[in-house]
């Protein structure tokens, strides 16, 4: 079906749905913990919009405002069922315990729930990712096995579960910069390359091609080039399967997707941006890799140019300076910290600054956003929509949409476009907020 079909029917959400997660580590563990604290009280799903957003109806006046929980028919927190790759073979409750994002008193208590999922072996090469060592790995070498493979995971998965739908969310580290090449320009092209074992044909792209082969939504929480790929994202469309990415917005880029619309809203001038983080998870390890740096660059670099539009306010934005840096640096753990600095102009060009430091916890931001995704993907598979989703870019970095458009990155536009679909989708009136019969 077209996205635009007005009040279409939408499948309820009956039965189990599972979780497919390449990557068991610190933000997948903390959204599962998180899941299972929160479905036994321990606990409160702030930061997600599907448990804790609303939706407003209708004019103003009419006083029509349901919680999205109440308003959609969203898969219950206790149908979800998780599964993992992973190349390190830690199962939950040790992966947890080391990535040291929750208390260890709360990892405790849901223990049995973490011990039960043990990572399958997972497609993995140094080549890609050259900070980690995996000994969890499929052995076979072939590109066309690996996906055989996935894919037997995946049916095996559903099968002895007995789930009745799934979505795949990328959780998994940030592999070296990929440029975009024939090879990924048609599902043709990329066939071959899989049987030639091109090394432009990534691991994660062997996770998104067997998760749409599989009928299974896709989310890309990492900047990698991996389901953004004119082949694969024609793929899904083809047949019929939800995707989106990428790379979660959750610390500095969220904030730069807040304070960029404010200064272009209030027409003020933009000299210079520099981010640096420091940051000792995982991912930071991964990320002192210049290549895999230069993954997460390109993300991050992204963003400003979109929202500012310096082509159409060249005197505001022209030649502005954007420097983005991150470090590894171990006793910072999972809690991530940030520093912008912000040149801004004013009236007649007088300069002003802003500073902001952000403390963040990387992993407790990114966890309500997997929950999102995995409800809002699964939602739209039961709507039948297919291929990209645009409307799920509020929770990326570097979101896609249709190669004749450019991605939106406003935050605030972002939540309007997400909320305007919903309402699309029951069949409600869009808001435009406009207003104008309250003064005729």
């Not at 149908?79 to 208390?103: F, H, M, N, Q, T």
């Not at 916890?361 to 997997?370: C, E, F, G, H």
């Not at 069949?427 to 207003?435: D, S």
């Amino acid at each position: 079906m077209s996205l635009f079909e007005k009040g279409t029917d939408i499948k309820p959400a009956k039965g189990k749905l599972g979780v497919l997660i390449p990557g068991l580590g610190a933000v997948a563990t903390t959204f599962i913990a998180g899941i299972e604290a929160v479905k036994r009280g321990m606990g409160e799903p702030i930061g997600s919009l599907t448990q804790l957003g609303t939706v407003r109806l209708g004019k103003r006046t009419d006083n029509r405002i349901e919680k999205l929980s109440d308003f959609l028919p969203l898969a219950d927190l206790s149908d979800l069922v998780y599964a993992a790759w992973d190349p390190i073979p830690d199962d939950g409750y040790k992966s947890a315990v080391k990535a040291g994002v929750l208390e260890r008193a709360l990892i405790e208590q849901l223990r049995p729930e973490l011990e039960k999922i043990k990572p399958w072996p997972a497609v993995f090469s140094q080549k890609y990712v050259k900070r980690l060592e995996g000994t969890n790995v499929k052995k076979s070498k072939s590109k066309v096995e690996q996906v055989e493979e996935l894919k037997q995971d995946i049916l095996n998965f559903k099968k002895s579960q007995n789930l009745d739908r799934l979505v795949m969310v990328w959780c998994a580290s940030t592999e070296a910069y990929q440029e975009r090449l024939p090879v990924h320009d048609t599902i043709d092209a990329f066939r071959k390359g899989l049987e030639r074992n091109d090394d432009a044909v990534t691991p994660s792209m062997l996770y998104a091609y067997a998760a749409i082969q599989c009928g299974v939504p896709f989310a890309n929480g990492a900047p990698n080039l991996t389901v953004d790929i004119p082949a694969l994202t024609q793929f899904a469309k083809d047949q019929g399967v939800p995707v989106c990415g990428k790379d979660f917005k959750s610390g500095q880029t969220f904030m730069k997707t807040v304070i960029a619309p404010a200064l272009k809203a209030r027409m003020l001038g933009l000299d210079g941006w520099f981010s640096t983080n420091i940051l000792g998870n995982r991912d930071g390890e991964v990320l002192d890799d210049p290549e895999s740096f230069k993954t997460k660059e390109e993300s991050k670099l992204s963003v400003l140019d979109y929202i500012l539009q310096p082509k159409l306010y060249p005197m505001l934005y022209n030649g502005y300076s954007h420097k983005v840096r991150i470090n590894y640096y171990r006793p910072r753990g999972d809690n991530k910290e940030s520093w912008d600095n912000i040149d801004i102009k004013g009236w007649l060009g007088y300069p002003m600054q802003l500073k902001i430091n952000f403390l963040c916890r990387d992993s407790i931001l990114a966890a309500p956003i997997v929950l999102d995704l995995v409800l809002f993907l699964d939602l739209a598979q039961r709507t039948g929509m297919r291929g990209i989703q645009e409307w799920l870019s509020f929770y990326f970095k570097s979101p896609m949409s249709a190669p004749e458009v450019y991605p939106e990155h406003d935050l605030f536009i972002q939540l309007m476009k997400l909320k305007n679909t919903l309402r699309h989708l029951k069949g409600e009136e869009l808001i435009t907020h406009l207003g104008v019969e309250y003064y005729d």
